[in-house]
C-alpha cells in the first residue's frame, strides 16, 4: 500500500506541474511574488545543471532522493534543468502514514519563462479548483506563495517560491515547489511547527504566518499543518541555500 501511494504522490507531482501549451492566463503571478533576494554578500546561491546532486539541498530529519529529470528545455530554455526529488523522514523511507514531501526544481534561463508558466495555470489547464492562494515570507527576502487545491478528492497543498541562483557565474533563477497533502505528514518533528522558539518557521516566518494564513480559503486544522510543515521546509532550504552558498558552493 505504501509503495502504491508513493507511486501515486510522484504521478500527481508530474501531472500538477505538467507545462501549459496554452495561452498565458493573467493570475497575476508577478506581481503578488517577490524576488527581493537578500543574501549574505556573497552573490546569489550556486546550483549547477549537469548532475542532481548539486540542485537542491538535504535538510536535517529528511532523507533527500531524486526521482527524474524532467525534459522541459524547451519551455524554460535549452541550458534549464528540470527535477523531481523527494523529502521522506530519515532512515524510514517512503511509507503509508510516514512523513512525505514532494519537491519539483526548475532552473531556468531566464526569469520570465517561470512566469510565463505557473502552476496556477497547470490547476486552471487542467480544470481543478485553485481554492486559495496566499504569499507568505520565508526570510532572506524570499516570498513564497501556498496554493490550495482538491486533487483526486484529497485536499493538497503547494509551497513555491523563486529566487536567483548562479550556474557557473550566470545568473539564473530557480524554482522550489514543494507538494503536500492531508494523508501524510510534512514535517518530522513529533508535532508539526507552531512557531516555537528554535524552529525556522518561527526564527524567519513568526506572527506574519498567521495572518497570512487566516483567511486562506480551503484551510483546515489538517490543512493548516500540512502548510505548516511545507513552510518550515521551504525556509529550512532558502536558509542553508543562503548560508551555505547552494549546494554547489564547494564544487
Known sequence: MGADRGRGRILRALWVVAPVMAVVIGVGVAGAQQYDFIGLGDGAPEVAIDSEKNIIPAV?????????????????????????????????????????????????????????????????????????????????????VILHEVYDGVPSSTLYFVFPVSVQGELRHARIALFGDIEAPTWVTAEPPSGDAGSALSNQVGLVLDNALDGLPGTTPERAQVDRGLIDLGARIVEIMVTTGGPAKSQ
Do not use: M, N
Open 60 to 144: 536535517g530529519g529528511w532523507d533527500l532522493a531524486h526521482v527524474t529529470e524532467i525534459g522541459w528545455t524547451d519551455i524554460f530554455g535549452q541550458q534549464s534543468r528540470g527535477d523531481v526529488f523527494t523529502y521522506t523522514k530519515a532512515g524510514v523511507g517512503e511509507a503509508e502514514g510516514q512523513p512525505f514531501v514532494l519537491a519539483q526544481t526548475i532552473i531556468a534561463e531566464s526569469k520570465s519563462s517561470l512566469d510565463r508558466y505557473t502552476l496556477e495555470q497547470c490547476i486552471d489547464f487542467h480544470r481543478r479548483t485553485l481554492e486559495g492562494r496566499q504569499a507568505v515570507p520565508l526570510g532572506h527576502g524570499v516570498t513564497g
